[in-house]
């Protein structure tokens, strides 16, 4: 890995403005290049909505901002921290796992699939995490996990196992999962893409309600509704760059690269 560059302090000064600035990132699997060079900014409070094709690097994106994979050049700050770096006099050091694992508690990540622990209760996999990672006390904990499965509207599934509720209710308590860490940023990789289509509503729903509090939330979507009405930006990516981003309603009524349009004209 290319270290970035360890320039004097104002290269990894705090970057508050953002909740998420990438400059320039690389990614490579092997020889496939994924990700050749995005740039982008995520304020505090902002609902980013990421589109593109299939393959275009969307979740390998998200995956750098979680630490999931590690970018090759490039720089990307989370939260004001600069992701995998701390700084020491003017020099950069790789962070050791357990200050990664810190950087990640702040990140609350979504996926298609959602991952609940079969053998554990709705109100149990809420309350995992605080309760593992975080060596919470568990009445705290619970007490924030009931909040949770309230305001995914599963106040009465508390008890139920993934395996008696539906995948629209699996992927609310998923969402409620990650909330419970009290995550700075939410990223989603296509939360609704694995529900059967009567199912995606309800999860479009919370989410909704989650960017109306004010959470900073980057979206990976095909939900093209979902992008104007919530979304405060759209990003469309293909090939691995950011082709072009915008106001939703801008970028969706008037694409201004072919490729957008192209991309499109078959979604919507
Ligand atoms: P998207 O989410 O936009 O569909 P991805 O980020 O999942 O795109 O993938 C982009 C490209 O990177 C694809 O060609 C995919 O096969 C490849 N890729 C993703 N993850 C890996 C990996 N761990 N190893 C090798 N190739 C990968
Ligand atoms: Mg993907």
Redesign the pocket.
């Known amino acids: 890995m290319s270290e970035p560059s360890a320039g004097g302090a104002d290269t990894v000064e705090v970057q508050d403005d953002f909740m998420v600035r990438a400059e320039n990132i690389h990614k490579s ?2 020889r ?1 290049e ?2 050749r060079g995005i740039d982008l900014e995520v304020r505090p409070g902002e609902v980013m909505c990421v589109i ?12 750098c901002i979680n630490h999931l ?1 590690k970018i090759d050049a490039g720089r990307l700050w989370v939260a004001g921290h600069l992701v995998g770096y701390r700084q020491k006099g003017d020099k950069l050091y790789e962070l050791r796992d357990r200050e990664v694992a810190a950087q990640r508690r702040e990140i609350g990540m979504v996926f298609q699939r959602f991952n609940l622990f079969p053998h554990m209760t709705a109100l149990e996999n809420v309350m995992e995490a605080p309760c593992r990672v975080k060596r919470e006390p568990k009445t705290q904990v619970r007490e924030r996990a009931l909040k949770l499965m309230d305001r995914v509207g599963l106040a009465d599934k508390v008890r139920s196992y993934p395996a008696q509720l539906s995948g629209g209710q699996q992927q609310r308590v998923a969402i409620a999962r990650a909330l419970a860490m009290q995550p700075k940023l939410m990223l989603f ?2 939360p609704t893409s694995a529900l059967d289509p009567e199912l995606v509503g309800e999860v479009l729903e919370v989410m909704k309600q989650l960017a109306l509090d004010g959470m900073t939330m980057v979206v ?1 979507t095909h939900e093209i509704g979902f992008a104007r009405e919530v979304g405060d930006s759209l990003v469309f ?1 293909d090939g ?1 760059v950011i082709v072009e981003q915008g106001p939703p309603r801008e970028v969706l009524a008037n694409p201004r690269h072919p490729r957008t349009q192209d991309f499109l004209s078959k979604v919507l």
Do not use: A, N, Y
């Not at 593109?52 to 995956?63: A, I, M, Q």
């Open positions: 699997f092997g496939l994924v990700l593109g094709p299939s393959g275009s690097g969307k979740s390998t994106f998200l995956r994979e990789d296509e990976v990516m691995g």
